[in-house]
């Protein structure tokens, strides 16, 4: 089955039977119609969670988990996929008129689908703009949940968006493709601002260190002994797993001094995804 055809199927499982005759009944309309049906979805379709279910990427590896979806925003979703009638132009056409017109709960619809859209390379401009943008559904639409950054972004446009979200202080766990798309770029960047929170007496989430670990430099030791004297555990245990990971190229001064911490740790099996609730 194609996306469309799995997104209908979900949507089947979910709804009321009035919403299914309404999206159906919709689906037969001509494209001008369909487009009507993708602003008046709400008045149709509850804006209720998806019970779950995901749908894979075409070859790719990464997941849209259905669950963090609304029924609307699904029903939604599949009109997207309707208007593609093999024409490119059409096509892109289309979105783009939805786009100028939109409110935030469709641009919202319209963002978290784009992965899910023929002719992929087109909406680069479109996905970062979502990255830039100050309102919350839509930055959190291509964000989170959403393989088209970690697919289709070049680094730089990839980094803002994660330096965004920990700059909102949002999960990075939330981001699809997290860790494939770790760089030494941002690995400075996070020390840079960590430094900066340093200096006015703040500190950054522990986790967020799990981006630095593939790049042990000497700022990368000095950040982890910064770390492991914090007096928030957290900040400890993420010294501890940046030491683990590169332990035998270590300085001698910083595996001596924190040797104690190291070997008496009380939880060596704890890693970065559970380390907020550590």
């Known amino acids: 089955m194609n996306s469309q055809e799995l997104l209908t199927t979900q949507f089947k499982t979910d709804c009321t039977e009035s919403e299914w005759q309404w999206l159906q009944q919709t689906l037969a309309l001509d494209l001008a119609g369909r487009k009507l049906g993708f602003v008046m979805a709400h ?19 990464y997941k849209i988990s259905l669950a963090k979806w609304t ?17 490119q132009a059409g096509f892109h056409d289309s979105i783009s ?11 919202q619809a319209i963002y978290a689908a784009i992965s899910l859209f023929p002719y992929e390379d ?9 990255i ?42 939330q981001i699809t493709g997290l860790q494939d798309r770790r760089n030494e770029e941002l690995a400075r960047a996070i020390s840079d601002f960590a430094h900066e929170r340093w200096a006015a007496g703040r500190t950054l989430p522990p986790e967020v260190w799990f981006l630095t670990e ?23 245990t993420a010294a501890y797993l940046l030491w683990k990971k590169h332990a035998d190229a270590a300085p001698n001064s910083f595996s001596e001094r ?8 009380k ?7 559970n380390l907020a609730t550590d």
């Open 122 to 130: 087109t909406w680069k401009f479109r996905a970062s703009e979502a």
């Open 214 to 236: 593939p790049f042990p430099s000497i700022q990368y030791w000095q950040d982890a002994e910064h770390l492991i004297t914090s007096e928030e555990p957290g900040n400890r």
């Open 71 to 87: 029924r609307d925003q699904l029903a939604r979703t599949v009109l997207l996929l309707s208007m593609d009638e093999g024409d």
């Open 43 to 61: 008045r149709h379709i509850a804006r209720e969670s998806v019970s779950g279910g995901y749908i894979q990427i075409s070859e790719k590896k």
């Open 132 to 173: 830039r943008s100050n309102v919350g559904l839509i930055f959190d639409a291509m964000a989170f949940n959403n393989p088209y950054p970690a697919i289709y972004f070049d680094d730089p446009a990839w980094n803002q968006l994660v330096l965004k979200t920990i700059f909102a202080g949002k999960s990075i766990w």
């Open 97 to 107: 008129a939805l786009f100028r017109t939109s409110d935030n709960r469709e641009a």
């Open 258 to 265: 924190f040797h104690q911490y190291f070997s008496g740790s």
């Open 267 to 273: 939880n060596p099996k704890v890693d970065w995804e």
